[in-house]
């Protein structure tokens, strides 16, 4: 606990590490960072797994990597990815996959203060494969999505809340919550957002010239959708399942 992993500042290509398992408390967790902010770059193929808890990682820039997975949430609790800045990230050819994807038995962890632009996958993705260890009450907040445009016909979600549906049961309650979150520009799938489970909270943020793409409450139930803002985009928000709260 207290200990900082310090990277050297430099560009780094093909980096495909093992799991990093920190063991942080909250007064003191363990910090992952460049020697200055934005300082460390990782180019090509990059693959980093978070785990543990109470883990830190912060300030890094990526640059054209992937090709899926730049950065992969599992097995942890209280994991923060913040102040990361990543262009032009991701698979052109696997529009499906995650730049930053957060998965089995990651709780209570969170994706802010981050820069998405020119994503060829979804930028954030929350993956459920089964009933036994959905990643539950994570937060995705003050991050910003700009300038992704379309490679494909179906992909590049800013933000996806569970899936893939063959394995995401309908009971499948996880409680995220996105909020004042920023997405200028970002229309590379119809989706500005796809919500596929139950229970997550949608609130105060803003969509501004997405221009062929909506809010979607694609699948789940119980979600609440309060305060959004859409300008100057392709729709408001499509709405399926039951008992959903959209409020001001």
Known sequence: PGDELIVKNGVYTGWVTGLVDGKGTVEKPVTIRPE??????????THIRLSGCHVVFKGFRFDHAGPAHVLYMINGEHIRVTQCQFTS???SRRTFSH????????HRSRIDHCYFTASKSMSVGLRIFG???MPRDNRIDHNI???????????????????PSNCTPPEATVRTLVEYCLFDNAWGDSETISNKSSGNTIRYNVAANCLFSAFTI???????FEGN???????GVRVFGEDHVIVN
């Open 89 to 91: 990230c991701g698979d």
């Open 229 to 235: 803002v859409m300008i100057n985009s392709g729709g």
């Open 36 to 45: 200055t902010p934005g300082g460390a770059v990782f180019r090509g193929e």
């Open 145 to 163: 999505f700009r300038d992704i445009f379309k490679y494909w016909g179906n992909g590049q979600e800013n933000i996806q809340l569970g899936g």
């Open 99 to 106: 730049i930053v994807r957060v998965t089995r038995n990651c």
């Open 218 to 224: 694609r699948s789940g139930n119980d979600v609440r």
């Open 131 to 133: 009933s036994e260890d």
